[in-house]
């Protein structure tokens, strides 16, 4: 006998992806920045993450067309 609460596979259950929308990277406060012109500045590396997170989420969303990304 299965237990339809610990079943993930369970009638409906939705299946777990394996393929999850990617995460979007927070963004620094601006108290982060020391303001001395760092190179590169924690805004910089955060510039540089939404780059990635974006081209990652178009892939993603070309995966899964018509799902949410959150």
């Not at 339809?4 to 777990?16: I, K, R, T, V």
């Not at 406060?29 to 760092?38: A, L, P, V």
């Amino acid at each position: 006998m299965t237990d339809s609460l610990h079943d993930p596979m369970a009638e409906g259950a939705a299946a777990p992806s394996r393929d999850p929308p990617p995460t979007k990277p927070q963004r620094p406060d601006d108290e982060d920045c020391c303001g001395q012109g760092c190179v590169p500045c924690v805004f910089d590396l955060y510039d540089e993450a939404m780059g990635r997170y974006r081209e990652e989420l178009a892939a993603w969303k070309a995966r899964h067309p018509g799902e949410p990304a959150d």
